[in-house]
């Protein structure tokens, strides 16, 4: 018997007090879990599943800004800038300048339909300030020709290539059901993080810029962040007789 005895004296020892070893004074807490690589549900290369675009409907009492080739610097208190054709991002920089000096509430339209996008423009400094501001998860995607790369202030969300893109293209075309994914899991993991802030390089059109804010929109009223913002190079002005 006091073989017994000695057996429940042990599992009772083992029992006793049901907290992890993490939680005792001192110990090193687990690692967050890091992001997945996304996947395209379509399991194709050249594939993209279907994209249905949403958003607000196009706002009232705008001046409507054509955007077609270079673009001259003008502002209103209330702008809604329409892509039109294959014009760039470099061609329109004055432009997004003179709007962000004047304080307009700038609204860019989707070029499938009649929807648009509220947008927060930030130059270089402002941009700085933005990374500087320690709210975890903070959203940015770096918009270029081969695809999204996704980034928080606390890693990258990784694509299946982990050297390339979060979310590369397919077949040419922007993976946009892959990329609200990121955004979803990205507000699931960090409920509190506000915005999201786009940076495109400057040869995409803003035909294809004002496209993927679609993707913060799985419905008209209800955006996975709050707030978008779009990022944008300020132009340079040279000293006179230069």
């Not at 249905?52 to 409907?57: L, N, V």
């Not at 495109?200 to 008209?220: K, R």
Request: aromatic share 8%; proline share 11%; charged share 25%.
């Amino acid at each position: 018997m006091k073989w017994l005895w000695a057996g429940a004296l042990v599992l009772l020892a083992g029992c006793k007090g049901d907290k992890p070893a993490a939680d005792a004074p001192g110990a090193k807490l687990k690692p967050v879990e890091q992001f997945k690589p996304l996947t395209n549900d379509a399991d194709d290369t050249f594939k993209v599943a279907p994209f249905t675009p949403a958003g607000p409907p196009l706002p009232e009492g705008v001046k409507t800004v054509q955007l077609d080739g270079d673009m001259k610097p003008e502002a209103a208190p209330k702008v809604l800038l329409v892509p039109v054709g294959e014009t760039y991002l470099a061609q329109v920089t004055l432009l997004l300048g003179a709007l962000d000096d004047a304080g307009s509430e700038v609204w860019l339209r989707h070029p499938e339909g009649p929807l648009a996008y509220r947008v927060e423009l930030r130059d270089e400094a402002a941009w700085q300030e933005w990374l500087d501001d320690p709210v975890p998860g903070k959203l940015r995607v770096i918009h270029r020709a081969d695809g999204f790369e996704l980034q928080t202030n606390m890693g990258k969300l990784p694509g299946v290539d982990p050297n390339g893109p979060s979310v590369p293209v397919r077949g040419g075309r922007m993976d946009l059901p892959t990329l609200r994914k990121g955004f979803e899991r990205v507000k699931q993991r960090f409920q509190e993080a506000p915005d999201v802030c786009f940076v495109p390089s400057m040869g995409l059109s803003l035909a294809d810029i004002a496209a993927a804010l679609a993707t913060n929109y799985p419905t008209a009223d209800a955006p996975i962040f709050s707030e978008l913002c779009l990022v944008y190079p300020r132009p340079r002005v040279k000293d006179a007789g230069r």
